[in-house]
């Protein structure tokens, strides 16, 4: 029995990646819940704004690099973000100019704008591809580690390794700030109680004298932000790929769902909830289970790596059966 | 002329009209009540003064000045408030945050305003930061009331206020209209509760169908034996 | 849906054999530029892909689902033809086969004592014993299925190392395939169905994408992405080699002034897209016959006006699982249909973009709704999407003419095959924006 051991492999292999992921998913999540809130569908085509937002990223990063700037230990890319997120945000708000603000005027049910934004799923995957290609993309630039697994070793004298990844602490500050960032802004400021007001009423909020167009606006700003964000911290932590991006729709809708749609507080938990169940079953317990005095023969895996999008997909389903306004109760901001 | 003078409105949702050449109106720091039976076109009627609805036909003035094609938000800002009959409040925003939204469109300091608010409607202030959504239903209406007194109006348009509570709470809502009208403010309201509205009110006026049926003052109204019979149940 | 356009009907009764008539005659420009054999794979693939488009139609186009998962029940369809046509692989059944069915049967009871235990227990004891039951059965499970399927898997890996099917004849999986993705289906849209109508769209992505990732990794089921190759043809399908190897079809060939090998890969192509037509046919028949039965009046009653089918006592959640589960039908006989001409199962190639998103813009281009529609836009998108890859580069050629050479012009061009993605997506926002109800809008 190695509990100090069993718990470090644990913290090592389980918490801190699943932290990690948690808090890309819980950003991801957060922009779906804020278009769902104000503009009342589910976006399809969120990631594929993601990979957009940090295909653009990158080529900045490239751009700064071959320049000769640099922020030294950490990545190129958290300075080439602010751009990432500018052009994004431009051509959300340009999306929304041409093609979803019809849609508005004319009432369309909300599964009809499902479809537009498949359209715009189409639209925003080919130019991530023209821009940037199909191929993985690594671009963490800067330091790799904060901890390695030699310095732990060294000072701990513990026989379990236990790494921290630069980008792993990276995106957990980074999405702290951003999430402390918006909450602040809605719950203080004048335009972010307006927006939450327009997604709470939005007969009352137009009879308040609040203009729906720049409410409209500001989300699609805060989503894009959100959205690139989301997708540059996921790529500094393993790679850029446009698919990959794609299939990040699942788990960042089921954890939207699962904290209750339009609720930005239930879609930070919902992406931890997420996050750490896909990590934790896909996780062999071999070695803690050995650690623990169990020695098994198997891996202790429950479910293979490849079948990780069917843990959202069962924590959704779950959700829907039992609790279909999700834990936090959905719609309201 | 009336300070609110709403006169021969006739339009609907679609293609059916449900006002035929309604009017409606109001005197400065008065009290008019609108009373019929359900379906009689009365909501309809306080959104048609309100410009939610397109009319065919009619006119509407405030303060003497023709409204007739403006918008509700310029409407607020001509000095109309209303309280719709249902939704009136953000359920997920705190009672203050409710009032605050209802001030969305003054640019000056509305301390003050609320602070009148929280007079009128003391519990309220005890309920500042607490979500509107999770009041009692006479607390929420206070909310609703009190969020179309933040533009400081000069017409306040109420649509059933006293819905869905009980009589003490009623009589109480009552009391705060009238307080209301006693600062000269005049008020459109709709009632299902009769008997008490037509006590309070200046005017009334019998809706049916989408057209008035009866107008003269509440008193009056409450001693004509027909309306007695038909509307007020004896 | 939207009842714009009010032009809708133009062009009257004439449209829709106009609109058929210009396909057809696309195709044969194909056919007469860049070959026939070229133009029948664009045209058979269009005719799968118009029975794909015509059970999302019901879906979509009758009862205003949204399926985002049509790339999972394609894949599903696609592997009774494995299943059923393949020859068994000897010794695999014995050596696991009947472990990992009862492992299956093992997951199914114990999935069905937790449903039981839902809705006959309640409080603390309710959700332990669940979790209780669905947890010991997990592992018990595991226990029997791991080793079994060690066992298929380790018999002649390179070449087989699964299963296997049952050699019968590969027309019997088409009905199969059907039945899998109907399986599917029922699964989901119980869950999801009366829910939000985004729930669903969610929900059948997720189910999309665990069935394409099952095929991807179940070695012991159809090699994953080793791939199942040489899957027999229907009757009466011949090969080509064995065509050019008869006499008389190489005299019969020559009397006409074809060359031989062409003229196999023609025919054989000839005879599927018979095939093919005649299920088309058939499928198109019963699609109409439907819709103008009281059944299909309903459906059409309860997406005009669910709130009021549903006051007037329909039973709209019933009807839309009916719908949802016959529209997976549909596909996954197409999926079944695919993997046939294809010869081969190959997981891998299962793009979501590819099998669900394209197969949407098919329906919505074709008309939502309009059965006629599903297969005009079936056939016309995937002639734009395999000729947008021939067209994309020479778009950006002359964009790119006035450029020097050099990275920027040669990253352009070598990116321009992605630009199809683009122009489906344009297609659809102008069709969605400009002609809601399609080519052919449903009268
Ligand atoms: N948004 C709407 N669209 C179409 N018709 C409507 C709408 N709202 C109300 N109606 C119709 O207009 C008529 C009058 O409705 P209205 O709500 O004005 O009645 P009311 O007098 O306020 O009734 P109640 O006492 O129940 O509040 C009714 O026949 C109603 O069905
Ligand atoms: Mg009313």
């Known amino acids: 029995m190695d509990l100090l051991n069993a718990l470090v492999a644990i913290l090592n292999y389980v918490v801190i990646p699943a932290t990690a992921y948690g808090a890309q998913l819980a950003l991801g999540a957060l922009g779906v819940t804020l278009i769902y809130g104000i503009l009342r569908f589910s976006n399809f085509a969120h990631g594929d704004t993601m990979a957009f937002g940090t295909a653009v990223t990158i080529i900045v990063t490239w751009g700064l690099q071959a320049a000769g700037v640099s922020l030294g230990p950490l990545p190129t890319a958290l300075l080439a973000l602010p751009f990432g997120i500018a052009i994004t945000a431009a051509l959300m708000l340009a999306t929304d100019r041409v093609i979803y603000r019809?849609?508005?005027?004319?009432?369309?049910?909300?599964?009809?704008?499902?479809?537009?934004?498949?359209?715009?799923?189409?639209?925003?995957?080919?130019?991530?591809?023209?821009?940037?290609?199909?191929?993985?993309?690594?671009?963490?630039?800067?330091?790799?580690?904060?901890?390695?697994?030699?310095?732990?070793?060294?000072?701990?004298?513990?026989?379990?390794?236990?790494?921290?990844?630069?980008?792993?602490?990276?995106?957990?500050?980074?999405?702290?700030?951003?999430?402390?960032?918006?909450?602040?802004?809605?719950?203080?400021?004048?335009?972010?109680?307006?927006?939450?007001?327009?997604?709470d009423n939005e007969d009352l909020a137009l009879l308040s004298g609040i203009n729906p167009n720049r409410v409209v606006a500001v989300t699609w700003i805060i989503a894009a932000a959100l959205a690139t964000t989301a997708g540059v911290l996921y790529g500094l932590d393993k790679s850029f790929k446009a698919f990959n991006y794609f299939q990040l729709l699942l788990p960042v809708f089921a954890a939207a769902i699962v904290g209750g749609l339009g609720n930005p507080l239930g879609a930070i938990a919902g992406g931890f909830i997420i996050a750490f169940s896909e990590v934790g079953v896909t996780y062999a317990w071999k070695k803690v289970a050995g650690y623990l005095g169990y020695n098994a023969d198997g891996l202790l895996q429950l479910l293979s790596t490849e079948y990780k999008f069917a843990v959202s997909f069962v924590i959704l389903i779950i959700v829907l059966l039992f609790k279909p306004t999700g834990l936090f109760r959905g719609k309201s901001f | 002329m009336s300070f609110l003078d709403a006169s021969g409105m006739t339009g609907g949702y679609g293609a059916t009209d449900i006002l035929h050449d309604c009017t409606l109106r109001v005197e400065k720091g008065q009290i008019a009540v609108i009373v019929g039976p359900n379906g009689a076109g009365k909501s309809t009627a306080m959104k048609a003064v309100f410009g939610m609805l397109r009319l065919r036909a009619g006119k509407v003035t405030l303060?003497?000045?023709?409204?007739?094609?403006?918008?509700?938000?310029?409407?607020?800002?001509?000095?109309?408030?209303?309280?719709?009959?249902?939704?009136?409040?953000?359920?997920?925003?705190?009672?203050?945050?409710?009032?605050?939204?209802?001030?969305?469109?003054?640019?000056?300091?509305?301390?003050?305003?609320?602070?009148?608010?929280?007079?009128?409607?003391?519990?309220?202030?005890?309920?500042?930061?607490?979500?509107?959504?999770?009041?009692?239903?006479?607390?929420?209406?206070?909310?609703?009331?009190?969020?179309?007194?933040?533009?400081?109006?000069?017409?306040?348009?109420?649509?059933?206020?006293?819905?869905?509570?009980?009589?003490?709470?009623?009589?109480?809502?009552?009391?705060?209209?009238?307080?209301?009208?006693?600062?000269?403010?005049?008020?459109l309201m709709v009632e299902q509760n009769a008997r008490q509205a037509l006590e309070i009110a200046d005017t009334g006026y019998v809706l049916v169908q989408g057209a008035n049926r009866y107008t003269d003052t509440g008193a009056a109204l409450m001693a004509d034996p027909e309306v007695r019979r038909t509307f007020l149940g004896g | 849906m939207s009842t714009r356009q009010p032009d809708a009907a133009g062009g009257g009764k004439l449209r829709a054999p106009l609109l058929f008539a210009a396909m057809a005659a696309l195709i044969v420009a194909e056919g007469m530029t860049s070959g026939w054999n070229g133009a029948l794979v664009i045209l058979n693939m269009g005719l799968i892909s118009a029975i794909m488009a015509l059970g999302l139609n019901m879906?979509?186009?009758?009862?205003?689902?949204?399926?985002?998962?049509?790339?999972?029940?394609?894949?599903?369809?696609?592997?009774?033809?494995?299943?059923?046509?393949?020859?068994?692989?000897?010794?695999?059944?014995?050596?696991?086969?009947?472990?990992?069915?009862?492992?299956?049967?093992?997951?199914?009871?114990?999935?069905?004592?937790?449903?039981?235990?839902?809705?006959?227990?309640?409080?603390?004891?309710?959700?332990l014993s669940i979790v209780a039951v669905l947890v010991v059965g997990f592992?018990?499970?595991?226990?029997?299925?791991?080793?079994?399927?060690?066992?298929?898997?380790?018999?002649?890996?390179?070449?087989?190392?699964?299963?296997?099917?049952?050699?019968?004849?590969?027309?019997?999986?088409?009905?199969?395939?059907?039945?899998?993705?109907?399986?599917?289906?029922?699964?989901?849209?119980?869950?999801?169905?009366?829910?939000?109508?985004?729930?669903?769209?969610?929900?059948?992505?997720?189910?999309?994408?665990?069935?394409?990732?099952?095929?991807?990794?179940?070695?012991?089921?159809?090699?994953?992405?080793?791939?199942?190759?040489?899957?027999?043809?229907?009757?009466?399908?011949?090969?080509?080699?064995?065509?050019?190897?008869?006499?008389?079809?190489?005299?019969?060939?020559?009397?006409?002034?074809?060359?031989?090998?062409?003229?196999?890969?023609?025919?054989?192509?000839?005879?599927?897209?018979?095939?093919?037509?005649?299920v088309l046919a058939v499928l198109i028949l019963g699609a109409q016959l439907a819709l103008k039965s009281p059944w299909g009046r309903m459906m059409r009653a309860i997406r005009d006006n669910e709130v009021s089918a549903a006051a007037m006592g329909k039973d709209v959640t019933g009807r839309h699982l009916q719908i949802f589960i016959l529209g997976a039908a549909v596909i996954g006989l197409g999926g079944a249909m695919m993997i046939t001409l294809d010869g081969q199962m190959t997981p891998a190639s299962y793009n979501p973009l590819r099998y669900t998103f394209l197969i949407l813009v098919m329906?919505?281009?074709?008309?939502?709704?309009?059965?006629?529609?599903?297969?005009?836009?079936?056939?016309?998108?995937?002639?734009?999407?395999?000729?947008?890859?021939?067209?994309?580069?020479k778009i950006m050629h002359t964009i790119t003419m006035s450029l020097a050479d050099g990275p920027l012009r040669q990253h352009l061009y070598d990116s321009a095959p992605h630009m199809r993605v683009i122009i489906m997506g344009l297609i659809l926002l102008i069709v969605l924006r400009f002609a809601p109800r399609g080519l052919l809008p449903e009268k």
């Open chain 1, 102 to 199: 019809y849609y508005r005027k004319v009432h369309a049910a909300p599964v009809i704008l499902v479809m537009v934004s498949v359209g715009v799923m189409f639209l925003m995957n080919g130019i991530t591809r023209l821009l940037i290609g199909v191929d993985e993309i690594r671009f963490d630039d800067g330091a790799r580690f904060l901890i390695t697994a030699r310095e732990w070793r060294d000072w701990t004298g513990l026989a379990e390794p236990l790494t921290l990844r630069s980008t792993q602490a990276i995106t957990v500050v980074v999405a702290a700030v951003v999430v402390w960032a918006l909450f602040w802004f809605l719950a203080k400021t004048r335009t972010g109680k307006s927006m939450r007001a327009f997604s």
């Open chain 2, 63 to 187: 303060d003497g000045e023709d409204i007739t094609a403006l918008s509700p938000q310029e409407r607020v800002r001509k000095g109309m408030g209303f309280v719709p009959q249902v939704n009136n409040v953000f359920p997920t925003m705190t009672v203050e945050e409710n009032l605050e939204m209802g001030a969305f469109i003054r640019e000056d300091d509305f301390t003050g305003t609320m602070e009148q608010v929280f007079e009128l409607f003391p519990i309220l202030c005890d309920k500042r930061r607490q979500n509107a959504g999770e009041l009692s239903g006479g607390q929420r209406q206070q909310v609703a009331v009190g969020r179309a007194l933040m533009t400081k109006p000069k017409l306040l348009m109420l649509d059933e206020p006293t819905a869905g509570v009980s009589p003490i709470v009623m009589d109480e809502l009552f009391d705060r209209i009238i307080e209301i009208a006693r600062t000269g403010i005049s008020i």
């Open chain 3, 59 to 127: 879906q979509w186009g009758y009862a205003g689902l949204f399926n985002s998962g049509v790339v999972g029940f394609t894949a599903i369809g696609g592997l009774a033809p494995v299943l059923i046509s393949m020859q068994p692989t000897p010794g695999a059944f014995s050596a696991g086969g009947w472990g990992v069915l009862l492992a299956l049967v093992v997951a199914a009871l114990a999935i069905a004592a937790a449903v039981w235990l839902n809705r006959h227990l309640t409080g603390k004891a309710k959700g």
């Open chain 3, 139 to 278: 592992f018990v499970y595991r226990w029997i299925f791991d080793p079994a399927v060690a066992a298929i898997q380790a018999i002649n890996p390179a070449s087989q190392g699964y299963l296997g099917g049952l050699g019968l004849p590969v027309m019997l999986s088409w009905p199969v395939g059907a039945l899998l993705a109907a399986l599917a289906a029922w699964g989901v849209a119980k869950t999801a169905l009366g829910l939000r109508s985004d729930y669903l769209a969610i929900a059948t992505l997720g189910i999309g994408e665990i069935i394409v990732a099952v095929l991807k990794n179940e070695e012991w089921l159809d090699r994953g992405v080793l791939n199942v190759t040489g899957i027999p043809r229907p009757w009466p399908v011949p090969y080509e080699v064995d065509l050019q190897a008869n006499p008389a079809f190489v005299q019969w060939m020559t009397d006409w002034g074809i060359s031989p090998v062409t003229g196999s890969t023609v025919l054989v192509k000839l005879l599927y897209t018979g095939i093919f037509g005649v």
């Open chain 3, 363 to 393: 329906v919505v281009v074709g008309g939502s709704g309009n059965n006629w529609g599903s297969v005009l836009g079936g056939v016309l998108i995937w002639y734009v999407w395999i000729k947008a890859e021939v067209w994309g580069p």
